[in-house]
């Protein structure tokens, strides 16, 4: 009897390539969420590759491989730093008009205020900033201010500080009291006698903070 032959459709499994690709940027995002999530836990002490690996759940070697070691990790916490502003402080107004700096910065300040409260590791990186010199510290500290001055470039346009004002050392001033505000109150729910432990509390600092904003812009 004969057999007719019949074409035989046979699913066709994932490239090798592809399946690489897809798997080392799965354990790169897993490596670079273990080491954010161990620096904002214990900070830079017990920051080590081997401890990164562990919290990855992956083989020390590809830290190696794939970010060229403890250096070059922390060069990608940076980088992913600069998306941090992107994510927490978009480049958008939000419904407000921008019609003078003072504006801009209002938003800026409220918006820093936010997300700084809202993420350990940033907080973290603060408090290193005034209480460590090392390399690594300051190579995170760069990346945040450099990704907050971009977005005061793009967003300000035409708009300039009142005449007379200088805006690089007040936003230095504004920044420092927000960053003291919100550490203080990560450790001790008050800062220099204010309260700080509800949504009540902070609407009145937000008020206070709007207020200072507008007496140096207008």
């Given at each position: ?37 161990l ?24 830290i ?31 419904g ?25 590791l ?62 203080s109150?990560?450790?001790?729910d ?29």
């Amino acid at each position: 009897m004969a057999v007719a032959n019949a074409a035989v459709k046979i699913p066709l499994e994932t490239p090798v390539a592809e399946k690489r690709v897809r798997n080392r940027a799965a354990t790169e995002q897993a490596i670079l969420d273990a080491a954010k999530r161990l620096l904002a836990e214990e900070g830079f002490q017990n920051f080590g590759i081997n401890a990164v690996a562990r919290g990855a759940g992956c083989d020390k070697q590809l830290i190696y491989r794939y970010y060229g070691g403890l250096n070059g990790l922390v060069e990608a916490i940076g980088t992913d730093l600069g998306d941090w502003v992107k994510d927490r402080i978009p480049d958008d107004t939000g419904g407000m008009f921008l019609l003078t700096y003072g504006d801009l910065m209002e938003r800026l300040a409220l918006l820093f205020l936010d997300a700084l409260r809202a993420d350990p590791l940033m907080r973290r990186i603060v408090a290193w900033e005034v209480s460590e010199n090392s390399e690594q510290v300051r190579r995170l500290s760069e990346a945040r201010s450099k990704a907050l001055a971009g977005w005061i470039e793009r967003m300000r346009g035409s708009l300039t500080p009142p005449k007379g004002v200088d805006a690089q050392a007040v936003n230095a001033m504004i920044f420092a009291a927000i960053q003291h505000l919100v550490l203080s109150a990560a450790v001790s729910d008050q800062c220099a006698g204010l309260p700080l432990k509800n949504a009540k509390d902070w609407e009145k600092a937000a008020a206070s903070l709007k207020r200072i904003v507008r007496g140096v812009y207008g």
